[in-house]
Antibody, heavy 120, light 110 residues
Framework: QLQLQESGPGLVKPSETLSLTCAVSGGSIGSSSYYWGWIRQPPGKGLEWIGSIYYSGSTYYNPSLKSRVTISVDTSKNHFSLKLSSVTAADTAVYYC????????????WGQGTLVTVSS | QSALTQPASVSGSPGQSITISCTGTSSDVGGYNYVSWYQQHPGKAPKLMIYDVTKRPSGVSNRFSGSKSGNTASLTISGLQAEDEADYYCTSYTSSTTVVFGGGTKLTVL
């Protein structure tokens, strides 16, 4: 059964770069034609798609975040990563990683999510 | 890109049926049969309930159903139960090769 687990610092200072990793277990990132995505949810607010990466490395980003986001995949470590630069308090959120079969396919499964707080 | 439009809240009594709408444009909801619905309980990750507008994943109750007309997709929950109380989100693929979420709907079971 495929499982995803987010990890990274829970506290990031304003103007710095948020870095998270999503470890995939129960399956190989590089051996199947899936997309791997990041979604976030500010406290008390709704879900926002950040971006997705195809197993081969092609990336797709939310236009509102595109200038600050980089998603990468490391097949040797069976994980994919998110970097969000120049963070502000508005980037405080629970960050989820998830798999989807195509950009139109549903996100399933999801990781449990990790809270990242932006504060000095 | 603009978020899909959902009602902020809906409510119903046990046993009743409710419908949550998700309105987009011809560039997202109306243009593709790639609408999904997620249920989220407090402090939990979202759970897939409906995909490709009408399809139900294995294990999801048949009390949940999806439909679409024009630029509006809908999630219907019949035979409402207390455990259905949660937040519900729709998503759609867009013509810009992106994904957009709805703002979310809080379902209260009275």
């Amino acid at each position: 059964q495929l499982q995803l687990q987010e990890s990274g610092p829970g506290l990031v200072k304003p103007s710095e770069t948020l870095s998270l990793t999503c470890a995939v277990s129960g399956g190989s990132i590089g051996s199947s034609s899936y997309y791997w995505g990041w979604i976030r949810q500010p406290p008390g607010k709704g879900l926002e798609w950040i971006g997705s990466i195809y197993y081969s490395g092609s990336t797709y980003y939310n236009p509102s975040l595109k200038s600050r986001v980089t998603i990468s995949v490391d097949t040797s470590k069976n994980h994919f990563s998110l970097k969000l630069s120049s963070v502000t308090a508005a980037d405080t959120a629970v960050y989820y990683c998830a798999r989807h079969g195509s950009l139109g396919s549903p996100f399933d499964p999801w990781g449990q999510g990790t809270l990242v707080t932006v504060s000095s | 890109q603009s978020a899909l439009t959902q009602p902020a809240s809906v409510s119903g009594s046990p046993g009743q049926s409710i419908t949550i709408s998700c309105t987009g444009t011809s560039s997202d909801v109306g243009g593709y049969n790639y609408v999904s619905w997620y249920q989220q309980h407090p402090g939990k990750a979202p759970k897939l309930m409906i995909y490709d507008v009408t399809k139900r994943p294995s294990g999801v109750s048949n009390r949940f159903s999806g439909s679409k007309s024009g630029n509006t997709a809908s999630l219907t929950i019949s035979g409402l139960q207390a455990e259905d109380e949660a937040d519900y989100y729709c998503t759609s693929y867009t013509s810009s090769t992106t994904v957009v979420f709805g703002g979310g709907t809080k379902l209260t079971v009275l």
